[in-house]
């Protein structure tokens, strides 16, 4: 089955500065390609996610990356603010059905 | 507009009685899934209904768990005897045409 792993597991920055987290798969038949946010106490929350036709995804300050080679995505947030801090999860899968495999999480904290 | 409404919000038991968490997914949406999330195995999708029709329960843990959407906007997800390895928080999750998934707040689900 599906392996997917991120890195970093937690990510500290200060306010103003960038964070960026990666997801590895391992199903090469995935081409949907999402983030969700997780806030303390409530549900994930789709971010962004990009489809593996597309190299890259921009929504104001967030972007999405793909490697679709290397197997690999990442998350980019600029200019990181203390709203942002919270539980990022991966979850690639086949866009064309309903499974997609949740990574292990990145716990953000934006230091003010 | 509401979105995934789930309720109770927390719930805490003895081992051994029934324990019955309920959903009602967002207006239209045909797609619903439960999942559950723990520290150890994080994200885990239990069942997905698609137009009520339970689809892939694959996920379920063993026989104590069942679930079951009598109809397009009630969907229940119940455990029978609970243990205390079932201590986990449960989502609910519902889609429509696309391939967001949207998430309810999770019900806390405590087994002495």
């Known amino acids: 089955g599906e392996n997917v792993e991120q890195h970093p597991s937690t990510l500290s920055v200060q306010e103003g500065d960038s964070a960026v987290i990666k997801c590895t798969y391992s199903d090469s038949a995935s081409n949907y390609f999402p983030w969700y946010k997780q806030e303390l106490g409530k549900g994930p929350q789709l971010i962004i996610d990009i489809?593996?036709?597309v190299g890259e995804k921009k929504d104001q300050r967030i972007a999405v990356t793909l490697n679709k080679t290397a197997k690999h995505f990442s998350l980019h947030i600029t200019e990181t603010q203390p709203e942002d801090s919270a539980v990022?999860?991966?979850?690639?899968?086949?866009?064309?059905?309903?499974?997609?495999?949740?990574?292990?999480?990145?716990?953000?904290?934006?230091?003010? | 507009d509401a979105g995934v409404i789930q309720s109770p919000r927390h719930e805490v038991t003895e081992m051994g009685q029934e324990v019955t968490l309920r959903c009602k997914p967002i207006s239209?949406?045909?797609?619903?899934?439960?999942?559950?999330?723990?520290?150890?195995?994080?994200?885990?999708?239990?069942?997905?209904?698609?137009?009520?029709v339970p689809i892939d329960d694959s996920?379920?843990?063993?026989?104590?768990?069942?679930?079951?959407?009598?109809?397009?906007?009630?969907?229940?997800?119940?455990?029978?005897?609970?243990?205390?390895r079932d201590s986990a928080v449960y989502f609910c999750a519902s889609s429509g045409t696309g391939t967001t998934q949207y998430f309810g707040p999770g019900t806390r689900l405590t087994v002495l």
């Open chain 1, 51 to 53: 489809r593996s036709n």
């Open chain 1, 88 to 112: 990022y999860f991966c979850a690639p899968g086949d866009g064309g059905t309903y499974k997609y495999i949740f990574g292990t999480g990145t716990r953000l904290k934006v230091l003010a």
């Open chain 2, 28 to 52: 239209g949406h045909n797609s619903l899934f439960w999942y559950r999330q723990t520290m150890m195995r994080g994200l885990e999708l239990l069942i997905y209904f698609n137009n009520n």
């Open chain 2, 59 to 84: 996920g379920m843990p063993e026989d104590r768990f069942s679930a079951k959407m009598p109809n397009a906007s009630f969907s229940t997800l119940k455990i029978q005897p609970s243990e205390p």
